[in-house]
T-cell receptor, first 114, second 117 residues
Framework: AQSVTQPDIHITVSEGASLELRCNYSYGATPYLFWYVQSPGQGLQLLLKYFSGDTLVQGIKGFEAEFKRSQSSFNLRKPSVHWSDAAEYFCAVGASGGYNKLIFGAGTRLAVHP | GAGVSQSPSNKVTEKGKDVELRCDPI?????LYWYRQSLGQGLEFLIYFQGNSAPDKSGLPSDRFSAERTGGSVSTLTIQRTQQEDSAVYLCASSLVSLKSSYNEQFFGPGTRLTVL
């Protein structure tokens, strides 16, 4: 069965520090992979997605993620975190073909210290 | 343009009562999804509507949960005889559906926070 694991429930970083949020997936075929961000009181916003091709994908707000098939991972990174990045981050895997039921991880809550 | 809207934003109910949650998708989006976000857990797929096709109800946790979509637009998620474990944030998403595209982005609403006392 498809599943997504985000090992870190909560992460705290200092403003300006680099960030890496981990995501591992289980999926039989080549997955469609996503990272979403959820700010307090807000809906989910798509940060970036991977379908195929270049395994390093760029997203909004300076985020990037790297797909590593050998490790079944799709970790999210940002070189320098801003206080406004404090939010909850969800990794998700989806099926192909127009209809995309998303399977989400449990999320990682990011706190940013000044 | 307007995004996905959901109402109410918060709902507090007593155990055993029925509740209705509403979702207004983005105009023109033919696909509509409901997800549930329980405390400390990720988002759990509940149900999917696409046009006039039969909905995919595979994620509904029990027969107390049902949903309908009228006129291919607004959707209502109904929970009958609510239980405390139904307390969660219920999120709705909509998307276009294009067979020419390998993926159609889902746009999420702000959610309805349901608390069952």
């Amino acid at each position: 069965a498809q599943s997504v694991t985000q090992p870190d429930i909560h992460i705290t970083v200092s403003e300006g520090a680099s960030l890496e949020l981990r995501c591992n997936y289980s999926y039989g075929a080549t997955p469609y992979l996503f990272w979403y961000v959820q700010s307090p009181g807000q809906g989910l916003q798509l940060l970036l997605k991977y379908f195929s091709g270049d395994t390093l994908v760029q997203g909004i707000k300076g985020f990037e993620a790297e797909f590593k098939r050998s490790q079944s991972s799709f970790n999210l990174r940002k070189p320098s975190v801003h206080w406004s990045d404090a939010a909850e981050y969800f990794c998700a895997v989806g099926a192909s073909g127009g209809y995309n039921k998303l399977i989400f991880g449990a999320g990682t809550r990011l706190a940013v210290h000044p | 343009g307007a995004g996905v809207s959901q109402s109410p934003s918060n709902k507090v109910t007593e155990k055993g009562k029925d509740v209705e949650l509403r979702c207004d998708p983005i105009s023109g989006h033919t696909a509509l999804y409901w997800y549930r976000q329980s405390l400390g857990q990720g988002l759990e797929f509940l149900i999917y509507f696409q046009g006039n096709s039969a909905p995919d109800k595979s994620g509904l946790p029990s027969d107390r949960f049902s949903a309908e979509r009228t006129g291919g637009s607004v959707s209502t998620l109904t929970i009958q005889r609510t239980q405390q474990e139904d307390s969660a944030v219920y999120l709705c998403a909509s998307s276009l559906v294009s067979l020419k595209s390998s993926y159609n982005e889902q746009f999420f609403g702000p959610g309805t926070r349901l608390t069952v006392l």
